[in-house]
Each structure stands twice: as C-alpha cells, then as structure tokens.
C-alpha cells in the first residue's frame, strides 16, 4: 500500500537549489525538528537539470535526495515542465504561449509554455523519462509531481491546428460544427476545415460555443501532455503513484472529473482568498471539492504558511489559523498538509511569500506553528487509513459541480455579467457549510444514491442526458434544488426555445417568459421575508406550488421560488438570488425538512467546526473552534490533541483543536459555550 494511503503526510516545497549547500545541512536539521517527512522536490529544477538541450545534470539532485534520504525525509518529485529553461525559448520560440490578442509571451517568468507545441511535448517527455530513469525505484519516493498547475492557455498557430483535430473528432462534419455553434448568425459559417481559429481577440463578441468548445478543448489537451508523462515514467519502470496538483483560485481551466480516473492520488493547492472568518468556509469547500474529485482520501499539495494575499496585499495568517486550516483539510480526506514552500526565497519573483521557515528564521512564531502542526499530525495519524467500506466523510447533501457550467457562465455578454459560477457554487456551499453538515460534490450523471439534497447552482447550459438523470435522482425520492439560470440552454449553448429552463421545464413544473435582471445594488422583499438581489423571472406555475412570491417590483404577487412534489421527491426552483443571509436560511430549513443533520448540531452557531471523518480505525471527530469564546465539549471518546478523555467535557479555547476517537459512530455531542 502506498505511504500516503496509511499515513499523514507534513512538509511541503523544498526548493534548495535557492541555497548554498551549508543551508541544506541546516534545513534537515530543522525539518527532523518539525517533523516533516515529506517535501516535494524539482517543480523549478529544469533549466538546472536539463543546462543544454538534451544535457543532463543531476548531480546536485541526487546530493539533495541524498540527504532527504539520511533524514528520512521522503519525496514527490515533480517533472519540471511547468518553468521551461531560458535556452528552450530560444531554441524553440514557437513553443510560446501567445494570448488571444496575438501577443506571444517572452521568457522571464514561469508557465511559458504552449502546451500543443511538438517541441514543449518532446522536451517535456524527455526530461520526465530521465528523471524516472534516475529516481524512479528510489525507497524515499512517495510520487510523481507531473507538472505544476496545468493551466496555460495558448491561443497559438500550434493550438490553432490541436483544437481543429479535436473538433474533427467532436463533430465529425462541418455541418454538425456550423449547426452547434450556430455559425448562421453573423455570417460565421464555415467551408472549409482551415478557417477555424481558437477564439481570438475581436472587434466584438466572440462565438459563445466556440469559447466553450476551446476551454473543453485545452482541458483535454493539457490532460494529453500529462498523459504522455505519465506514460515515460511507467517506461521508465517506476510503479510510484503519479498526482498532478489541481488549482482552485478564480479561474479553472481543467475539467477534473474527466482527470481523475488517470490520478492515482489527486491532489490541490489552495489558497486563502480572505482574511476574515469566510476563510474557514472556503477552506471547506477546497476540501469537499477535491475529496470529492477524489472520491475518496487526497493530498493538500500547497498551501501557505502565513500569508494570505488579499488584492494589494499579503496579509499575516496567524499560526492558529494555519493550523485549523491544516486540520479543516485532514478533516475532509487530505492524507496531511503540505505547504508553498518549505524555507521564504531571499530573492526572485516569489520573495514575499510565506514559508514555514520564514525570512526571521527558525526562531519565529511561524516556524514554532509548523513545529506545532508537525507534532499534532504526528498524534492524529491514525486517521489516515481510510475505512474498509464507506466514503471518508459521509455527507446526505451534494452539489453539481461542472467546469462546463463555470466556462458556460463566463461567456460575453449574458443577461447579467455578474453572473459568476464559482460565486454561485460557492454561496450555496457556504449556507450547507454554516448549517454544519458535510457536503459531496457529484459530477453531471455521478452517483447521488446516499444524497438526500441535490444542489444545482446556476448551471446555463445543460445536455439532455444531464437533465434527465436530475429527473432519475427526484424521481428515486431525491429533494433537487435548482438555481436560477440553469438548462436554458443544451451543451452548445444554444437555447431551449417555449419558455426557460428549457431542458428542466417539465422536471421544475414552471415556464419562465422573461428574465429581468436587477439593477446594481438593488434589492427586493419575497413573500417570506427573504431578500434577493441581482436577477429576477416571470414565473408560470406549470405544476409547481409556489412557495414565496415576490413581494414589490414589477412581478410583485408572481411566483420567484417554486416547488414540484415527484413522488417522495420534489424539485424547488429559485427564480432569483437569495442574498446569503436568506440563502442561509432557505438552506437551513430544507435540510432540516428533510432530515440532514449537522455532524454535531450543539456545535451550529458556537464558532466550533465540527467534521467527521471515517477511518479504518473508527470514527473521529475535528473539532475546530473558530469562535472567540471559550466552549465545553462533552460525550464519549478520546482526544487524541491531548491526549484526555472527552466523557466529562473538554475545553476548547479560540482557536484551539480537539481530535476525538469516538466511542461510537455518531454519538451524541454537546457544545457549550462558557
Ligand atoms: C502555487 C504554485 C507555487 C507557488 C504558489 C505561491 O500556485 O504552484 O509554485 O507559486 O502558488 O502561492
């Protein structure tokens, strides 16, 4: 079994090529100090490894393995393809990336790179096999790190030729592409092969399909380059598991569902987008996210030791936080935490950024947090073996997560530009998360058998199959609950014409005759006291019952959030935005309708985050008091934090984690606050 399938893994980027080699002596010392036993290694080693074209060097590397290795450190070793070396550009300077105005990208910083470049491919392949050659049976070897971030578009001549096979492939004929992109309008049909072009800067709008098709089309194609990785290193003979590390920031230019079958570990970088406590939250949602990808445990591959970079800043992450945060992930399947980067640059683009051992040094507050962190994972590492049958964290309530749904939504000119899906997705994980249950997040057409609540936040373009395994899941008793803009229009963005939601009309039991965005900061009352802002529809009962009505504007007494009972099941749909306060609320009372608890419901509203994951070993508890007064946490089972009974009640201070082995799944738990 592999190492991160048992156990917790601490550490992070280890980039020591930054350093003379007397701070490599000192870095073993301080890592065996915090316990680290896992770095990764080589993610910006290439123009160092590969000096000349087709020349190797990795002398100074097997130095570094070397002495991982004495202080039984072990290692992901990335390929280096994500920061190609300066003499690659020169040689090959149509392996730039070039952005849809035309401009190619120079050398100078990193991800320079067009991944549909033959030369980029080769050099990418070649130095992956070497490196498998060299380290590929290496005993410390935890995994592949292939890449860093995939996530370069190219809008290139090389692209332009990669996504004109791809669409071949997709749509067979001309007529079939002419006819899904809707190529009549504007005079854009297209004779001939040739004439089509990655969407390009234009003098106005651009194709909303061909937007579409060309993020599908660099997903895919990017997932190509990782597979030909993949492919030299299992030439090369070594069996380690191979992970590339997913990025969730603002943008998402991969389709995950369809890379995780080619994952043997899937991993994430997330950072902190705020400072204030929606952190937390979003450190759930990164978590739920990738677990989900997963399905089952994964690996925190970065994240950031003290820092939190908020527009034009980079804010201090206290080492408290840092370790709630660490423990919000293991909490939800991360097999450990592993930060960017193991010791703060001196120089070099990323000098500001945080690290466990930061500019002041190890005599630090931030360096004391890892030590801190190091042992806690230390003591809690029996949760890493995932339990013989069973998810890691079992949760009732889901969301449809889709980056055909994100790209769909980021198309010009919509009925309102303030429609962001990671927005939606986000709110609407944010209220689960406040009600305190665990939350799945499930694939068009994945498995919602164990979820009693399905969440589809606005999803615009929707394919046939999609909306009728949605009917399947209300059908089988499944409570759906679907935001507004959703299935309008089929998987070519083209719209469903008789009334909106077109592909969910009949399932909804409604037919919206108009959308009638809101105009900027303005808001309205519904019937039942909620607030909704940005968007509103004129709704026809088609065989739903509406449950609020909207109270003032133009469609005041017209229906804004509807319901169609299915049998045991029923659809709702939400005409409108709820402002997060009411969406709170709306989700609360759904899930207590229909019977989704919170993991500890005493906890709910105390500032403690409680999670359950499931282990070989049992059943453990995460208690993460983000509150800001003292609270007694009381019924059977262990800390494994302190080591201390919980029967008679615990103390958890702000800030402070308890980890408990549970008598008994499920037991009953108080929470309260002193
Ligand atoms: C990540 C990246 C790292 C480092 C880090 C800084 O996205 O993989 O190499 O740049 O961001 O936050």
Known sequence: MPDHVTRLHFGGDYNPEQWPRDVWVEDMALMR????????????????????????????????????????????????TASPPPWFTRAHPDALPVRPDGTRLTHGSRDTYAISAPAYRQAARRVARFLA????????????HVHNEYGTLDHGPHAEAAFRSWLRRRYGTLAALNDAWCTAFWSQHYGDWADITPPRATQYLANPAQVVDFRRFSSDEMLAAFLEQKAEIRAAGSAAPVTTNFMLPTWNHLDQWAWREHLDLVSVDHYLDTTGPDGEAHVAYGADLTRSWAGGPWLLMEQSASGIRVGDRQAFKDPDRMIRNSLGYVARGSQGALFFQWRASLGGAETWHSALVPHAGADSRVFDGAVRLGALLDRIGEVAAPPADGPVVE??????????GWWSLETSHLPHDGLDYASEVRATHRALWRAGVAVDFVPPGGDVSRHRVLFVPSHMAMDAGTAAWLARYVESGGHLVVGRFTGV????????????????????????????????????????????????????????????????????????????????????YLSTRLVQRSLDRFVASLLAEHGVAAAVPAAVGTGVEAVRRRAASGSYLFLLHHGDRAVRVKGPGLDLVEDARTDDGIVLEPGQVAVVREDEAAAAWSVTPL
């Not at 050659?133 to 592949?144: I, S």
């Not at 949760?395 to 055909?404: E, F, K, T, Y």
């Not at 014409?497 to 592909?503: D, E, K, S």
């Open 395 to 404: 949760a009732d309530a889901a969301v449809l997560w889709d980056a055909n």
């Open 489 to 572: 229009a089929d998987e070519h963005q083209r719209v469903v014409p008789g009334g909106y939601p077109g592909v969910l009309r009949d399932l909804l039991g409604v037919r919206v005759e108009e959308l009638r965005p809101l105009g900027d900061g303005e808001t309205l009352a519904l019937s039942d006291g909620s607030v909704v802002e940005q968007w509103t529809e004129r709704v026809h009962l088609a065989g739903a019952e509406p449950v609020a009505t909207y109270a003032e504007g133009d469609l005041a007494g017209g229906p804004a959030v509807t319901r169609r009972a299915v049998g045991s099941g029923s659809v709702t």
């Open 33 to 80: 100090r915090a316990g680290v036993d896992t770095v990764t290694i080589g993610v910006f080693s290439w123009a160092l490894l590969e000096p000349r074209e087709g020349e190797y060097d990795a002398a100074w590397l097997d130095d570094v393995v070397g002495m991982l290795d004495e202080a039984e450190v072990g290692f992901f070793l990335a390929t280096p």
């Open 133 to 144: 050659e060299r380290y590929g049976d290496h005993p410390r070897l935890r995994g592949w």
